[in-house]
């Protein structure tokens, strides 16, 4: 089956200090991955060298079967949506959402040297319809709710009709119901059959929904499990992580961390 990520033995050092080390990851066409970790355990280090803005020191990294060295890491780029807090801080809140959803199409956060067809509004009002927030086209960007700003940013990846979408901490900053709304959300789109492979990264393991059936979990650096949701989300993986007696309570094919 083709890989859509293929990480072997990956290093990267960034002035003489090790950020990440031995890094063995691969994720295949039709997956679903949630990629956990504390914070500094290497998640953002990891999505910068899948997005190709920075390559291995030591290793090979391969993405959507395409080998660093031997492709155009800007075409690459073309074929991978990425949702990050730092894209949210780049939107000028005074556009109105469907432009910003639009200039998805074009690489860009705004329409200024862009020109848009009938067309991209039209596919932008689906995925806005599909993704629920069809209610805020023509409003302000500034006035959506932080829930609503979060599905207007995947509805802009999805514009370029990525074959990789990364959803980096989507769930950031949202109070408990506007988070269940965008996981349920993140749940529908991934079971659609023209979904591209998500990659899902939290420091929650609550927020791993169902769909995502493989996990990685990173500690210091480097690969501390890899597996199935169940493989991977245990007392033991958990307790090891933290430091501290964890145990995992599942409920609605959820897993909850409890103390003790």
């Given at each position: 089956?083709?890989?859509?990520?293929?990480?072997?033995?990956?290093?990267?050092?960034?002035?003489?200090?090790?950020?990440?080390?031995?890094?063995?990851?691969?994720?295949?066409?039709?997956?679903?991955?949630?990629?956990?970790?504390?914070?500094?355990?290497?998640?953002?280090?990891?999505?910068?060298?899948?997005?190709?803005?920075?390559?291995?020191?030591i290793g090979s990294v391969s993405i959507l079967s395409q080998e660093f060295g031997k492709t155009?890491?800007?075409?690459?780029?073309?074929?991978?949506?990425?949702?990050?807090?730092?894209?949210?801080?780049?939107?000028?809140?005074?556009?109105?959402?469907?432009?910003?959803?639009?200039?998805?199409?074009?690489?860009?956060?705004?329409?200024?040297?862009?020109?848009?067809?009938a067309a991209d509004f039209e596919q932008a009002r689906r995925l806005m319809e599909m993704l629920?927030?069809?209610?805020?086209?023509?409003?302000?960007?500034?006035?959506?709710?932080?829930?609503?700003?979060?599905?207007?940013?995947?509805?802009?990846?999805?514009?370029?009709?990525?074959?990789?979408?990364?959803?980096?901490?989507?769930?950031?900053?949202?109070?408990?119901?506007?988070?269940?709304?965008?996981?349920?959300?993140?749940?529908?789109?991934?079971?659609?059959?023209?979904?591209?492979?998500?990659?899902?990264?939290?420091?929650?393991?609550?927020?791993?929904?169902?769909?995502?059936?493989?996990?990685?979990?990173?500690?210091?650096?480097?690969?501390?499990?890899?597996?199935?949701?169940?493989?991977?989300?245990?007392?033991?993986?958990?307790?090891?992580?933290?430091?501290?007696?964890?145990?995992?309570?599942?409920?609605?094919?959820?897993?909850?961390?409890?103390?003790?």
């Open positions: 089956m083709e890989k859509v990520i293929d990480m072997q033995g990956v290093t990267w050092k960034r002035n003489g200090k090790t950020i990440i080390h031995d890094i063995n990851w691969q994720v295949k066409k039709g997956e679903h991955w949630a990629v956990l970790g504390l914070n500094g355990a290497g998640k953002t280090t990891l999505l910068n060298m899948v997005n190709g803005y920075i390559w291995p020191s155009d890491i800007q075409k690459m780029r073309q074929s991978i949506g990425w949702v990050s807090s730092s894209l949210g801080e780049r939107i000028n809140g005074r556009h109105v959402t469907e432009e910003i959803v639009v200039s998805g199409r074009f690489a860009a956060v705004s329409l200024i040297f862009a020109e848009p067809e629920d927030v069809a209610h805020t086209y023509g409003k302000h960007y500034e006035k959506c709710s932080q829930g609503e700003k979060q599905k207007i940013l995947i509805a802009r990846a999805l514009m370029a009709n990525p074959d990789l979408l990364i959803l980096d901490e989507p769930t950031n900053g949202l109070d408990f119901v506007a988070k269940e709304e965008l996981l349920q959300t993140i749940e529908d789109l991934a079971a659609r059959p023209d979904a591209p492979t998500i990659i899902f990264v939290s420091h929650h393991i609550d927020e791993v929904m169902p769909t995502f059936t493989n996990v990685l979990l990173l500690k210091d650096g480097t690969t501390f499990a890899t597996g199935t949701r169940a493989e991977v989300l245990t007392d033991t993986n958990m307790s090891a992580l933290y430091g501290r007696n964890i145990t995992i309570d599942w409920k609605a094919e959820r897993a909850w961390l409890m103390l003790g």
